[in-house]
């Protein structure tokens, strides 16, 4: 049988900014797949920290990629938030992003979409003064836009924002730079990941014996 490819595209939070190479959140999920019997490989990442939308599709020229993939996913936006990009702009870059990851993907296109996680619950954020509520409503926004997108193309959209909220800046949640998710968090996040990556796969959940 061969190992499916997996391609994970996005920034800080995909390559997993603080935490072992392993640990990151797309790291997990491939193990976690594999756990549940589906070959798949570690994945090729695709991603840095503080890209945004234009950014990662700059990179994404200059990457060498091997299409089709079995699965991509997509996580992108919180930098262009950080950096008071436009909402318009992003609506524009992102369904450019996530046409290319379908495209990549090959058919049928395997792909699914991750939320941005809200950063303003974070100490990172406290230290700074930023205003939590304003992060929050922004994240939102971005988030709206990006699910519209997602659903527009039939693409599933897994929200790990709820779960970013829910962390807070536990000490056990954050890496040291009091912003990014530790791995544990991630765990949390593939935990959340891992039926939708299954049922994009053609490997739905098994339904529970009948007593």
Do not use: C, K
Request: aromatic share 8%; charged share 20%.
């Amino acid at each position: 049988m061969n190992t499916a490819t997996y391609l994970a595209l996005g920034d800080s939070y995909t390559i997993g900014e603080g935490v072992a190479a392993g640990e990151s959140w797309p790291a997990q999920l491939a193990r976690r797949l594999r756990a549940l019997g589906v070959e798949l490989a570690d994945p090729q990442i695709v991603a840095a920290t503080g890209w945004t939308t234009d950014e990662l599709s700059a990179a994404m020229d200059a990457a060498t990629l091997a299409p089709p993939y079995a699965l991509v996913s997509l996580l992108i936006g919180v930098n262009n938030q950080y950096r008071g990009r436009a909402l318009a702009e992003y609506r524009d870059e992102f369904a450019a992003l996530l046409a290319r990851a379908r495209a990549l993907a090959g058919s049928p296109a395997r792909v699914f979409v991750v939320s941005i996680p809200d950063w303003g619950v974070t100490r990172f954020a406290r230290a700074q003064g930023r205003d939590a509520a304003r992060v929050a409503g922004e994240i939102d926004a971005f988030n709206a836009a990006a699910r519209t997108i997602a659903s527009g193309a039939s693409v599933p959209f897994v929200d790990v924002t709820s779960i970013s909220r829910e962390a807070g800046d536990g000490d056990a949640m954050l890496v040291a730079d009091g912003l990014h998710p530790s791995a544990a968090q991630y765990a949390l996040w593939a935990e959340e990941i891992v039926p939708v990556a299954r049922a994009v796969l053609g490997h739905p959940a098994q339904s529970p014996p009948r007593g």
